[in-house]
């Protein structure tokens, strides 16, 4: 593996050589978040959720004000891909 990564590590100028680093930097970085651990991915989703939820409520405050909307709260967030029902499967009965 570090005869392979020798060998991208200086590769020629062009855009072959970029797409290659490009490639290198995006395994570096999977590599890394695996190697942290679920608990890390976890706490950095419940972040991202956490501005998300921000974002929308500090939104809607700006529109109210504007007024652009009348309810006083935003609607909730859209469901997760998961667990939205497959249009695809058929119904059980």
Do not use: N
């Amino acid at each position: 593996m570090q005869d392979v990564q020798a060998q991208l590590q200086a590769p020629e100028a062009g855009p072959t050589a970029e797409l290659l680093q490009r490639h290198l930097q995006a395994a570096r970085l999977s590599t890394a978040q695996a190697q942290r651990g679920p608990m890390v991915l976890l706490a950095q989703d419940i972040a991202t959720v956490q501005v998300r939820d921000i974002l929308r409520r500090e939104i809607w405050l700006i529109l109210r004000q504007a007024g652009l909307v009348t309810e006083p709260d935003p609607p909730p967030p859209p469901a997760p891909k998961a667990a939205q029902a497959d249009p695809f499967e058929p119904c059980r009965v």
